[in-house]
């Protein structure tokens, strides 16, 4: 059975710091898209950032224009781990954390294209 589980979210204040991690079992963790997705309150949801694995070697892929210098994507193979790094939070990150995971090496910001998901972690940037 495919499962990921996201950890690391909480309540922080803007300009903190926060690393988000997405735990995946059940399948090879080799060649994947992991995408990071946040849903706003009251908004929908958006694709952050995706990553890739493909023969050993990762790419990484940005969706929202807003995390450029301040999010970055890493994977931990060996520990089937994906991580989500997030500096300089702003109140406008506040939102539900989302990892999806799709069995190829393809990246996309489109939601429907991800067959498992997380249950989600909450970030609350505070002013």
């Known amino acids: 059975e495919v499962q990921l589980v996201e950890s690391g979210g909480g309540l922080v204040q803007a300009g903190g710091s926060l690393r988000l991690s997405c735990a995946a079992s059940g399948f090879t963790f080799d060649d994947y898209a992991i995408g990071w997705f946040r849903q706003a309150p009251g908004k929908e949801r958006e694709g952050v950032l995706c990553?890739?694995?493909?023969?050993?070697?990762?790419?990484?892929?940005y969706y929202a224009d807003s995390v450029h210098g301040r999010f970055s994507v890493s994977s931990d193979n060996a520990k089937n781990t994906v991580h989500l790094q997030i500096y300089d939070l702003k109140p406008e990150d506040t939102a539900v954390y989302y990892c999806?995971?799709?069995?190829?090496?393809?990246?996309?910001?489109?939601?429907?294209?991800?067959?498992?998901w997380g249950q989600g972690t909450a970030v609350t940037v505070s002013s």
């Open positions: 990553i890739t694995s493909s023969d050993s070697s990762t790419t990484s892929k």
């Open positions: 999806a995971a799709k069995f190829d090496a393809v990246c996309s910001d489109v939601s429907n294209y991800y067959e498992y």
